[in-house]
């Protein structure tokens, strides 16, 4: 068995988790799938927000930080619990964390209502009688027009592919001494035995195939989560829908906006199909056999009504929008089943441009829509473009923020550039514009811990880079090729240096990182 007896009840724990972070879960993101989605869900700006097997909690610390509100996590591993509550104490953050399982958690009688709940991927690896906890949870904390986020490995898209999670499960379990890591290889080398011995099933299974051969590009901490609990659970739509239809939710959309692009994943007799298909759990259904869906990030909402057509225009033209990235890296280009498909320059260059001006400044849709070259275009375009700069990740949804969110944001930033000298890394420093976290690379980080020290010029923020690199032994890379000497190694932070207080630090300011 993969999973250690007792208080872990079944769940992977000879390895922490990895420590992910997930923007779906950002609560103002979640409220935006519900504007488009024409469905009036309720997600105040300090939200109850709870997160049901957080892992370590980065997700969680980061939107605590961001956001006003009161923050609850679960998880039953003490170690991830202990991580979370390092991370809240960088910013003073009031978490409400237990390192119990879902139903000692649910027996407390001090748990308020929720307005969000969110499980990424718990669904899959969790028993039975825990689901049935999470759905009794829910129907009984969450608030009319709450809203749940339920992210889950699902079929068709698993058919083909579970066998590769029984041969690793038979792998690991045949060799039962050892550390957790040396068992991991034993079970990868099992499999990728079974899989070159010339059998019927990989030859037969391409998509098996290729899965098994990718899991050597993943780590053990990964494999051993995902893979190797005790149980695995990958349903349909319409079982998961039908489970959380007892807790009086409805499905409103997906947290990834690019699934509602049906043009860039289904063929014209796919679509035909799809929208002959009323029923919306009929309709969720056939799509996932459509493009052989092998995960989705679900939003759910309790007890909600539609939004009139005028009440969606209102609230999407007073909804503003922030660039997390530069222009120059924006790739006019949406990537399907169906191939790529280029976006229109006529659209979406007087928009990108109308978003970057003004030094990144976040913008209504009511201001974008007079900004030059944007107000010749039709309302609907300006949306739909919108809707999908939100779903390449290179455009979020932005809020108002207090002075005491600036400071918890810049707390807890400040550990994560600590952690860019020590370890180890953090990848997302919190931005109190978005409520979430923004992808920011070491170097990045390094960059930005040599400004706010002072460092002005390419060559005083490439001489305190330097100087980390060094005690680390690491070196610069530039065009993919590693620098040498210090001249050269200075050269080269110097040239991402330039880039860094060009185009960075005014898109940080906008963001409130600087």
């Given at each position: 068995m993969s999973a250690t007896p007792g208080d872990n009840q079944g769940h992977y724990a000879e390895l922490e988790y990895?420590?992910?972070?997930?923007?779906?879960?950002?609560?103002?993101?979640?409220?935006?799938?519900?504007?488009?989605?024409?469905?009036?869900?309720?997600?105040?700006?300090?939200?109850?927000?709870?997160?049901?097997?957080?892992?370590?909690?980065?997700?969680?610390?980061?939107?605590?930080?961001?956001?006003?509100?009161?923050?609850?996590?679960?998880?039953?591993?003490?170690?991830?619990?202990?991580?979370?509550?390092?991370?809240?104490?960088?910013?003073?953050?009031?978490?409400?964390?237990?390192?119990?399982?879902?139903?000692?958690?649910?027996?407390?009688?001090?748990?308020?209502?929720?307005?969000?709940?969110?499980?990424?991927?718990?669904?899959?690896?969790?028993?039975?009688?825990?689901?049935?906890?999470?759905?009794?949870?829910?129907?009984?904390?969450?608030?009319?027009?709450?809203?749940?986020?339920?992210?889950?490995n699902c079929q068709p898209g698993w058919a083909s592919r579970s066998p590769v999670r029984h041969l690793l499960k038979l792998g690991h379990a045949a060799r039962p001494g050892g550390d957790a890591e040396g068992r991991i290889e034993a079970a990868l080398e099992f499999m990728e035995d079974v899989a070159a011995a010339d059998g019927r099933f990989f030859a037969d299974n391409r998509p098996a195939a290729s899965h098994a051969a990718s899991l050597r590009k993943v780590g053990a901490q990964y494999i051993g989560h995902e893979y190797l609990n005790a149980d695995w659970h990958v349903p349909y739509f319409s079982e998961v829908a039908q489970a959380l239809a007892e807790a009086d939710l409805g499905f409103v959309t997906s947290a990834r906006l690019l699934d509602r692009v049906n043009a860039i994943h289904l063929p014209p007799a796919s679509?035909?199909?799809?929208?002959?298909?009323?029923?919306?759990?009929?309709?969720?259904?056939v799509r996932d056999f459509l493009v052989n869906?092998?995960?989705?990030?679900?939003?759910?909402?309790?007890?909600?009504?539609?939004?009139?057509?005028?009440?969606?225009?209102?609230?999407?033209?007073?909804?503003?929008?922030?660039?997390?990235?530069?222009?120059?890296e924006i790739d006019f280009q949406l990537t399907g089943a169906q191939g790529e498909v280029v976006l229109s320059e006529t659209t979406y260059g007087p928009l990108a441009v109308a978003l970057a001006n003004d030094d990144f400044r976040p913008k209504t849709t009511t201001e974008l829509m007079a900004a030059s070259g944007v107000s010749t275009l039709r309302r609907s375009d300006v949306i739909a473009a919108l809707i999908n700069l939100v779903g390449m990740g290179v455009l979020r949804p932005a809020q108002a923020f207090t002075p005491e969110i600036r400071a918890r944001?810049?707390?807890?930033?400040?550990?994560?550039?600590?952690?860019?000298?020590?370890?180890?890394?953090?990848?997302?420093?919190?931005?109190?514009?978005?409520?979430?976290?923004?992808?920011?690379?070491?170097?990045a980080q390094l960059f930005l811990s040599a400004w706010l020290a002072g460092a002005r010029t390419t060559g005083e923020i490439a001489h305190s880079v330097w100087q980390v690199f060094e005690t680390t032994n690491e070196r610069a890379v530039r065009n993919g090729h590693e620098a040498v000497t210090p001249e050269d190694n200075l050269a080269a932070?110097?040239?991402?240096?330039?880039?860094?207080?060009?185009?960075?630090?005014?898109?940080?300011?906008?963001?409130?990182?600087?």
């Open positions: 990895t420590a992910g972070y997930y923007h779906e879960l950002v609560p103002a993101h979640l409220r935006f799938c519900g504007l488009i989605a024409g469905v009036d869900v309720a997600v105040p700006e300090a939200p109850t927000y709870l997160e049901l097997g957080m892992g370590q909690g980065v997700s969680l610390a980061v939107h605590a930080a961001a956001n006003l509100g009161d923050y609850w996590g679960v998880d039953i591993n003490p170690a991830h619990v202990a991580t979370a509550r390092e991370l809240a104490a960088s910013f003073n953050g009031a978490l409400h964390l237990d390192a119990r399982s879902f139903e000692a958690f649910a027996a407390r009688d001090d748990l308020p209502l929720f307005d969000i709940i969110t499980l990424h991927g718990v669904w899959s690896w969790v028993s039975d009688t825990s689901r049935r906890v999470i759905v009794d949870l829910i129907r009984d904390r969450l608030k009319p027009r709450g809203v749940v986020y339920l992210s889950y679509l035909a199909l799809l929208d002959r298909q009323k029923d919306t759990v009929l309709r969720e259904s869906q092998q995960f989705r990030p679900d939003v759910f909402a309790k007890a909600t009504r539609t939004l009139s057509p005028s009440e969606k225009a209102a609230r999407l033209d007073a909804q503003a929008f922030v660039l997390i990235c530069g222009l120059d944001c810049d707390a807890c930033n400040r550990l994560v550039l600590d952690r860019a000298v020590t370890g180890p890394h953090l990848k997302h420093m919190a931005s109190p514009v978005t409520g979430g976290g923004i992808l920011t690379p070491r170097s932070i110097g040239h991402m240096a330039r880039r860094f207080l060009d185009q960075t630090v005014p898109l940080y300011r906008a963001l409130a990182i600087l």
